[in-house]
């Protein structure tokens, strides 16, 4: 994450320009993103950046409306590349997807492998190591640029899962 987010530390953001908002798949971890989506929030509607992504536009008023379905997406998901932080936490919140998954309609086998592709062997060495936070023996949460890697994890053994994502204060 901190690779991808070093790339985009070298875009300039003009005064006219409130924030730039990095969201979607390049965010949430996937391995190769067809493209790198990133809201600009403006009130000048020639404002641009410098770099190639495909742009999105909202004014202020419209990012702080609820109704806006890209405004829930960059607090959702958005990284600010103004503030340098995830959008949700310059407001004191932590965006995480919890997932929740059913191993009983796999095998034996099936089950025990899907076991340690996520915790390892020893419970703590799989794909989630240290950065899950267990809420029961088939929930857990993580950090928002961990979906993507999660979910192929849980496909590939074909396991049943649900996801939230979450703002937690």
């Not at 994890?153 to 703002?167: A, E, G, R, S």
């Given at each position: 994450?901190?690779?991808?987010?070093?790339?985009?530390?070298?875009?300039?953001?003009?005064?006219?320009?409130?924030?730039?908002?990095?969201?979607?798949?390049?965010?949430?971890?996937?391995?190769?993103?067809?493209?790198?989506?990133?809201?600009?929030?403006?009130?000048?509607?020639?404002?641009?950046?410098?770099?190639?992504?495909?742009?999105?536009?909202?004014?202020?008023?419209?990012?702080?409306?609820?109704?806006?379905?890209?405004?829930?997406?960059?607090?959702?998901?958005?990284?600010?590349?103004?503030?340098?932080?995830?959008?949700?936490?310059?407001?004191?919140?932590?965006?995480?997807?919890?997932?929740?998954?059913?191993?009983?309609?796999?095998?034996?086998?099936?089950?025990?492998?899907?076991?340690?592709?996520l915790k390892g062997r020893d419970?703590?060495?799989?794909?989630?190591?240290?950065?899950?936070?267990?809420?029961?023996?088939?929930?857990?949460?993580?950090?928002?640029?961990?979906?993507?890697?999660?979910?192929?994890?849980?496909?590939?053994?074909?396991?049943?899962?649900?996801?939230?994502?979450?703002?937690?204060?």
């Amino acid at each position: 994450m901190q690779k991808r987010l070093n790339h985009l530390s070298k875009i300039k953001i003009n005064k006219s320009i409130v924030d730039a908002v990095v969201f979607g798949s390049y965010i949430k971890g996937k391995e190769v993103p067809r493209d790198i989506d990133i809201a600009l929030i403006t009130d000048d509607p020639g404002a641009n950046l410098d770099f190639k992504a495909h742009i999105s536009r909202l004014t202020p008023r419209e990012f702080f409306n609820p109704k806006t379905s890209l405004a829930n997406t960059l607090v959702k998901e958005g990284y600010s590349l103004r503030n340098k932080m995830f959008v949700s936490e310059a407001w004191g919140f932590k965006n995480r997807v919890m997932f929740s998954y059913d191993l009983s309609g796999l095998s034996q086998t099936m089950k025990v492998q899907a076991i340690y592709a996520l915790k390892g062997r020893d419970g703590k060495s799989g794909i989630l190591k240290n950065k899950a936070e267990w809420i029961s023996n088939n929930t857990f949460m993580i950090e928002v640029f961990m979906e993507y890697d999660i979910s192929a994890v849980l496909h590939k053994f074909n396991v049943p899962y649900k996801k939230y994502y979450m703002l937690i204060y």
